[in-house]
Protein backbone atom coordinates (compact mmCIF):
# COMPACT_ATOMS: atom_id res chain seq x y z
CA UNK A 1 0.00 0.00 0.00
CA UNK A 2 1.42 3.26 -1.16
CA UNK A 3 1.34 6.25 0.99
CA UNK A 4 -1.40 8.43 -0.84
CA UNK A 5 -4.14 5.32 -0.70
CA UNK A 6 -7.00 5.32 1.86
CA UNK A 7 -6.15 3.19 4.90
CA UNK A 8 -9.16 1.11 6.70
CA UNK A 9 -11.15 3.58 8.52
CA UNK A 10 -10.47 3.30 12.56
CA UNK A 11 -13.58 3.16 14.47
CA UNK A 12 -14.29 5.75 16.86
CA UNK A 13 -14.28 4.76 19.96
CA UNK A 14 -17.19 3.83 22.42
CA UNK A 15 -16.31 6.36 25.23
CA UNK A 16 -13.50 8.33 26.43
CA UNK A 17 -11.38 6.76 28.67
CA UNK A 18 -8.88 9.41 29.76
CA UNK A 19 -7.42 12.82 29.13
CA UNK A 20 -4.91 13.35 27.40
CA UNK A 21 -2.49 16.19 28.12
CA UNK A 22 -1.04 17.99 25.02
CA UNK A 23 2.24 16.13 23.81
CA UNK A 24 4.20 15.29 20.62
CA UNK A 25 2.48 12.40 18.97
CA UNK A 26 4.15 9.93 16.36
CA UNK A 27 1.88 9.42 13.26
CA UNK A 28 1.87 5.68 13.41
CA UNK A 29 0.72 6.22 18.04
CA UNK A 30 -0.57 2.90 18.41
CA UNK A 31 -3.60 4.55 20.76
CA UNK A 32 -5.57 6.26 18.20
CA UNK A 33 -8.34 8.05 20.25
CA UNK A 34 -8.29 5.56 23.01
CA UNK A 35 -6.62 8.67 25.46
CA UNK A 36 -10.00 10.61 24.87
CA UNK A 37 -10.08 10.41 28.71
CA UNK A 38 -13.09 10.81 30.82
CA UNK A 39 -15.86 13.57 31.63
CA UNK A 40 -14.04 16.34 33.19
CA UNK A 41 -10.85 18.30 32.61
CA UNK A 42 -7.58 15.93 33.00
CA UNK A 43 -5.34 17.17 36.43
CA UNK A 44 -2.74 18.11 34.32
CA UNK A 45 -4.95 20.33 32.32
CA UNK A 46 -2.57 23.83 31.07
CA UNK A 47 -5.25 25.70 28.88
CA UNK A 48 -2.47 27.43 27.41
CA UNK A 49 -1.81 24.70 25.59
CA UNK A 50 -5.16 23.72 24.91
CA UNK A 51 -6.03 24.10 20.94
CA UNK A 52 -10.13 24.48 21.71
CA UNK A 53 -8.95 27.47 24.34
CA UNK A 54 -6.63 28.90 21.91
CA UNK A 55 -9.12 28.30 19.12
CA UNK A 56 -11.79 29.60 21.28
CA UNK A 57 -9.48 33.25 22.42
CA UNK A 58 -8.58 33.88 19.04
CA UNK A 59 -12.31 34.70 18.17
CA UNK A 60 -13.55 38.42 18.38
CA UNK A 61 -16.85 38.01 20.01
CA UNK A 62 -18.52 36.53 22.70
CA UNK A 63 -21.31 35.28 20.34
CA UNK A 64 -18.46 33.74 17.97
CA UNK A 65 -16.81 31.84 21.01
CA UNK A 66 -20.23 30.55 22.11
CA UNK A 67 -21.21 29.17 18.76
CA UNK A 68 -18.27 27.66 17.61
CA UNK A 69 -17.74 26.06 21.49
CA UNK A 70 -20.85 24.58 20.89
CA UNK A 71 -20.18 23.18 17.76
CA UNK A 72 -16.55 21.62 18.95
CA UNK A 73 -18.63 20.31 22.35
CA UNK A 74 -21.19 18.53 19.98
CA UNK A 75 -18.41 16.91 17.64
CA UNK A 76 -16.52 16.04 20.60
CA UNK A 77 -19.65 14.46 21.94
CA UNK A 78 -20.07 12.75 18.90
CA UNK A 79 -16.29 11.25 18.92
CA UNK A 80 -16.90 10.14 22.93
CA UNK A 81 -20.52 8.77 22.22
CA UNK A 82 -20.87 10.87 25.60
CA UNK A 83 -23.09 13.77 26.13
CA UNK A 84 -21.40 14.96 29.07
CA UNK A 85 -17.98 16.17 28.18
CA UNK A 86 -17.01 18.97 25.97
CA UNK A 87 -14.09 19.85 23.59
CA UNK A 88 -12.09 21.51 26.79
CA UNK A 89 -9.00 18.97 27.60
CA UNK A 90 -9.10 16.78 24.42
CA UNK A 91 -6.39 15.61 22.11
CA UNK A 92 -7.70 16.89 18.87
CA UNK A 93 -5.02 16.39 17.79
CA UNK A 94 -5.18 12.20 17.77
CA UNK A 95 -7.87 12.87 14.86
CA UNK A 96 -7.34 11.83 11.33
CA UNK A 97 -8.70 11.63 8.38
CA UNK A 98 -10.70 8.55 9.02
CA UNK A 99 -12.22 10.13 11.95
CA UNK A 100 -13.23 13.51 10.45
CA UNK A 101 -15.12 11.71 7.68
CA UNK A 102 -16.67 9.86 10.26
CA UNK A 103 -17.61 13.00 12.41
CA UNK A 104 -19.08 14.64 8.99
CA UNK A 105 -21.05 11.43 8.05
CA UNK A 106 -22.67 11.37 11.44
CA UNK A 107 -23.95 14.58 11.47
CA UNK A 108 -25.52 14.20 8.20
CA UNK A 109 -27.13 11.25 9.44
CA UNK A 110 -28.34 12.42 12.73
CA UNK A 111 -32.43 13.30 12.50
CA UNK A 112 -34.84 15.06 15.12
CA UNK A 113 -37.68 13.59 16.79
CA UNK A 114 -39.51 14.55 13.63
CA UNK A 115 -37.44 12.21 11.09
CA UNK A 116 -35.97 15.63 9.87
CA UNK A 117 -32.08 16.31 9.31
CA UNK A 118 -31.04 17.93 13.15
CA UNK A 119 -28.39 20.05 10.84
CA UNK A 120 -29.03 21.94 8.09
CA UNK A 121 -26.33 22.08 5.09
CA UNK A 122 -24.74 25.29 6.89
CA UNK A 123 -24.99 24.07 10.17
CA UNK A 124 -23.20 21.16 9.26
CA UNK A 125 -20.69 23.31 7.27
CA UNK A 126 -20.35 25.41 10.36
CA UNK A 127 -19.38 22.49 12.72
CA UNK A 128 -16.70 21.80 9.82
CA UNK A 129 -15.07 24.78 10.12
CA UNK A 130 -14.74 24.75 13.81
CA UNK A 131 -13.08 21.40 13.22
CA UNK A 132 -10.47 22.17 10.52
CA UNK A 133 -9.85 25.23 12.86
CA UNK A 134 -9.37 23.60 16.23
CA UNK A 135 -6.63 21.32 14.63
CA UNK A 136 -4.94 24.18 12.44
CA UNK A 137 -4.47 25.40 16.24
CA UNK A 138 -3.06 21.85 17.00
CA UNK A 139 -0.84 22.09 13.91
CA UNK A 140 0.48 25.71 15.21
CA UNK A 141 0.78 24.23 18.40
CA UNK A 142 3.32 21.54 17.32
CA UNK A 143 0.63 18.68 18.33
CA UNK A 144 0.33 17.57 14.80
CA UNK A 145 2.40 17.02 11.90
CA UNK A 146 1.46 19.45 8.90
CA UNK A 147 0.87 16.06 6.79
CA UNK A 148 -1.70 14.96 9.19
CA UNK A 149 -3.32 18.28 9.37
CA UNK A 150 -4.15 18.29 5.72
CA UNK A 151 -5.25 15.26 5.47
CA UNK A 152 -8.05 15.31 8.43
CA UNK A 153 -9.27 18.67 7.54
CA UNK A 154 -9.53 17.75 3.44
CA UNK A 155 -13.40 17.53 4.16
CA UNK A 156 -15.82 18.56 1.48
CA UNK A 157 -18.39 20.77 2.76
CA UNK A 158 -21.82 19.70 2.56
CA UNK A 159 -24.28 20.80 -0.20
CA UNK A 160 -27.88 22.06 -0.02
CA UNK A 161 -29.99 24.82 0.89
CA UNK A 162 -33.06 25.38 3.31
CA UNK A 163 -35.51 27.75 3.37
CA UNK A 164 -34.91 31.10 5.82
CA UNK A 165 -36.41 30.36 9.22
CA UNK A 166 -38.91 32.83 10.86
CA UNK A 167 -41.52 34.58 10.52
CA UNK A 168 -42.75 37.81 9.80
CA UNK A 169 -44.61 40.39 12.06
CA UNK A 170 -47.93 41.60 11.48
CA UNK A 171 -48.31 45.36 12.54
CA UNK A 172 -51.19 44.33 14.71
CA UNK A 173 -48.70 41.87 16.94
CA UNK A 174 -46.39 44.65 17.08
CA UNK A 175 -48.62 47.48 18.12
CA UNK A 176 -50.54 45.08 20.94
CA UNK A 177 -46.91 44.35 22.61
CA UNK A 178 -46.43 47.97 22.72
CA UNK A 179 -49.46 48.96 23.80
CA UNK A 180 -48.77 46.14 27.16
CA UNK A 181 -45.57 48.44 27.51
CA UNK A 182 -47.32 51.91 27.27
CA UNK A 183 -49.82 50.15 30.04
CA UNK A 184 -46.61 49.50 32.58
CA UNK A 185 -46.03 52.45 34.02
CA UNK A 186 -42.70 51.25 35.67
CA UNK A 187 -39.14 51.87 34.30
CA UNK A 188 -39.13 48.65 32.57
CA UNK A 189 -42.52 49.89 30.77
CA UNK A 190 -40.64 52.53 29.19
CA UNK A 191 -37.02 50.52 28.78
CA UNK A 192 -38.80 47.85 26.60
CA UNK A 193 -41.19 50.13 24.61
CA UNK A 194 -37.96 51.97 23.48
CA UNK A 195 -36.21 48.39 22.82
CA UNK A 196 -39.04 47.07 20.87
CA UNK A 197 -39.13 50.15 18.79
CA UNK A 198 -35.74 49.71 17.86
CA UNK A 199 -35.64 46.45 16.83
CA UNK A 200 -38.23 46.83 14.54
CA UNK A 201 -37.08 49.84 12.96
CA UNK A 202 -33.14 49.27 12.93
CA UNK A 203 -33.00 45.28 11.84
CA UNK A 204 -30.20 45.31 14.69
CA UNK A 205 -29.24 41.75 15.70
CA UNK A 206 -30.12 41.13 19.26
CA UNK A 207 -26.65 41.29 20.57
CA UNK A 208 -25.70 44.57 18.78
CA UNK A 209 -28.74 46.16 20.84
CA UNK A 210 -27.64 44.61 23.86
CA UNK A 211 -24.18 46.03 23.20
CA UNK A 212 -25.45 49.80 22.70
CA UNK A 213 -24.27 52.79 24.83
CA UNK A 214 -26.30 55.82 26.00
CA UNK A 215 -23.22 57.48 23.50
CA UNK A 216 -24.23 55.31 20.74
CA UNK A 217 -27.88 57.41 20.76
CA UNK A 218 -27.56 60.81 18.65
CA UNK A 219 -31.57 62.06 19.06
CA UNK A 220 -30.93 64.79 16.59
CA UNK A 221 -29.80 62.58 13.41
CA UNK A 222 -32.23 60.00 15.18
CA UNK A 223 -29.14 57.51 14.97
CA UNK A 224 -27.82 54.54 16.71
CA UNK A 225 -23.88 53.69 15.98
CA UNK A 226 -24.03 50.02 16.31
CA UNK A 227 -21.48 47.29 16.26
CA UNK A 228 -21.86 44.62 14.77
CA UNK A 229 -19.90 41.12 13.73
CA UNK A 230 -15.85 41.84 13.53
CA UNK A 231 -16.49 44.60 15.44
CA UNK A 232 -17.56 46.66 12.62
CA UNK A 233 -19.73 49.81 13.13
CA UNK A 234 -22.35 51.24 11.19
CA UNK A 235 -25.21 53.96 11.70
CA UNK A 236 -28.86 52.93 11.38
CA UNK A 237 -31.55 55.22 11.91
CA UNK A 238 -34.96 55.02 14.23
CA UNK A 239 -38.29 56.25 12.79
CA UNK A 240 -39.80 59.77 14.17
CA UNK A 241 -42.33 57.54 16.60
CA UNK A 242 -39.55 55.16 17.58
CA UNK A 243 -37.45 57.72 18.66
CA UNK A 244 -39.86 59.60 20.77
CA UNK A 245 -40.09 56.41 22.59
CA UNK A 246 -36.16 56.28 22.85
CA UNK A 247 -36.27 59.71 24.03
CA UNK A 248 -39.37 59.00 27.03
CA UNK A 249 -37.25 56.13 27.66
CA UNK A 250 -33.85 58.58 28.30
CA UNK A 251 -35.77 60.83 30.45
CA UNK A 252 -35.75 58.21 32.64
CA UNK A 253 -32.93 56.08 32.91
CA UNK A 254 -31.13 59.83 33.25
CA UNK A 255 -27.84 60.87 30.75
CA UNK A 256 -25.35 58.39 33.09
CA UNK A 257 -22.67 56.31 31.64
CA UNK A 258 -23.34 52.75 30.43
CA UNK A 259 -26.00 50.75 28.53
CA UNK A 260 -28.92 52.30 26.76
CA UNK A 261 -31.18 49.34 27.73
CA UNK A 262 -29.68 48.26 30.86
CA UNK A 263 -31.86 45.39 33.24
CA UNK A 264 -33.87 46.80 35.68
CA UNK A 265 -34.29 45.26 39.02
CA UNK A 266 -37.61 44.36 40.50
CA UNK A 267 -37.61 47.35 42.63
CA UNK A 268 -36.96 49.86 39.06
CA UNK A 269 -33.39 50.84 39.42
CA UNK A 270 -30.99 49.98 36.78
CA UNK A 271 -28.25 47.42 37.21
CA UNK A 272 -24.54 49.04 37.99
CA UNK A 273 -21.46 47.55 37.06
CA UNK A 274 -18.37 49.26 37.04
CA UNK A 275 -20.03 52.61 37.68
CA UNK A 276 -21.79 52.46 34.99
CA UNK A 277 -25.19 51.00 33.77
CA UNK A 278 -25.11 47.40 33.01
CA UNK A 279 -25.25 46.26 29.85
CA UNK A 280 -27.59 43.25 29.22
CA UNK A 281 -26.74 40.12 27.35
CA UNK A 282 -28.50 39.12 23.68
CA UNK A 283 -30.55 36.39 25.42
CA UNK A 284 -31.43 38.82 28.20
CA UNK A 285 -33.15 41.10 24.89
CA UNK A 286 -35.00 37.51 23.87
CA UNK A 287 -36.38 37.30 26.90
CA UNK A 288 -37.66 40.97 27.47
CA UNK A 289 -39.55 40.53 23.92
CA UNK A 290 -40.76 36.79 24.56
CA UNK A 291 -42.12 38.32 27.69
CA UNK A 292 -43.90 41.22 26.05
CA UNK A 293 -45.33 39.65 23.16
CA UNK A 294 -46.74 36.74 25.86
CA UNK A 295 -48.37 39.56 27.99
CA UNK A 296 -50.08 40.77 24.44
CA UNK A 297 -51.56 37.55 23.64
CA UNK A 298 -50.09 37.54 20.75
CA UNK A 299 -47.80 34.31 18.99
CA UNK A 300 -44.22 34.58 19.75
CA UNK A 301 -41.23 35.84 17.31
CA UNK A 302 -37.64 36.03 18.11
CA UNK A 303 -35.49 39.29 17.92
CA UNK A 304 -34.18 37.66 14.23
CA UNK A 305 -38.25 37.77 13.33
CA UNK A 306 -38.03 41.79 13.77
CA UNK A 307 -34.32 41.82 11.34
CA UNK A 308 -36.47 39.40 8.74
CA UNK A 309 -39.26 41.51 8.61
CA UNK A 310 -37.16 45.43 8.87
CA UNK A 311 -35.50 43.84 5.47
CA UNK A 312 -38.72 42.72 4.17
CA UNK A 313 -40.57 45.62 3.95
CA UNK A 314 -37.14 47.54 3.27
CA UNK A 315 -37.37 46.10 -0.04
CA UNK A 316 -41.06 46.03 -0.59
CA UNK A 317 -40.75 49.74 0.00
CA UNK A 318 -38.85 50.05 -3.21
CA UNK A 319 -34.98 50.31 -1.15
CA UNK A 320 -32.27 48.92 -3.43
CA UNK A 321 -30.54 45.77 -2.02
CA UNK A 322 -27.02 47.52 -1.51
CA UNK A 323 -28.87 49.98 0.53
CA UNK A 324 -30.56 47.51 2.90
CA UNK A 325 -27.38 45.64 2.73
CA UNK A 326 -25.97 48.76 4.60
CA UNK A 327 -28.05 49.23 7.13
CA UNK A 328 -28.16 45.54 8.38
CA UNK A 329 -24.54 44.69 8.33
CA UNK A 330 -24.83 41.78 5.86
CA UNK A 331 -21.18 40.80 4.28
CA UNK A 332 -22.88 39.92 0.68
CA UNK A 333 -25.96 41.66 -0.84
CA UNK A 334 -26.58 37.55 -1.25
CA UNK A 335 -27.57 37.31 2.51
CA UNK A 336 -29.61 40.08 2.06
CA UNK A 337 -31.42 39.14 -0.88
CA UNK A 338 -32.53 36.18 1.18
CA UNK A 339 -34.81 38.21 2.89
CA UNK A 340 -37.09 39.44 -0.14
CA UNK A 341 -40.25 38.49 0.16
CA UNK A 342 -41.17 40.00 -3.61
CA UNK A 343 -40.47 36.49 -5.71
CA UNK A 344 -42.19 34.45 -3.33
CA UNK A 345 -45.84 36.62 -3.49
CA UNK A 346 -44.61 36.37 -7.63
CA UNK A 347 -44.86 32.66 -7.29
CA UNK A 348 -47.98 32.78 -5.28
CA UNK A 349 -49.06 35.14 -8.14
CA UNK A 350 -48.47 32.56 -10.54
CA UNK A 351 -50.20 30.05 -8.99
CA UNK A 352 -53.04 31.55 -8.33
CA UNK A 353 -53.65 31.89 -12.70
CA UNK A 354 -54.19 28.57 -12.74
CA UNK A 355 -57.74 26.89 -12.30
CA UNK A 356 -58.85 23.84 -11.36
CA UNK A 357 -61.13 21.89 -13.45
Known amino acids: MTEDEPQASAPIPHRIHRAGTPARLS ?5 ALHDWGAPGLPAAYDPERDPYRVYLDRLDSEQSRRTMRGCLDRVARIIAMDDTVTGAGRPW ?17 RTSEDGRPAYSPSSINKHLVALRQVLRECWRLGLMTAEDYQRAVDLKSVEGARLPRGHHIPDRSLGAA ?15 SALLAALYTTGARRGEIA ?9 AERSLRVR ?12 VEAATRLDAWIAVRGR ?29 IAGI ?22 IGELLDAGVDLATAQQLVGHASPATTARYDRRPERQRRDAV ?4 LP
Open 93 to 109: WLLRYEHTTRIRAELRA
Open 289 to 310: LARRLAQAGVPPHTPHDFRRTF
Open 256 to 284: GPGALFPPISRVGRCRIRDGALAHPTGQA
Open 211 to 219: GLAIGDYDP
Open 352 to 355: DRLR
Open 228 to 239: GKRDKERLVFVT
Open 27 to 31: PTDGR
Open 178 to 192: LAVCDADPSPAGRRD
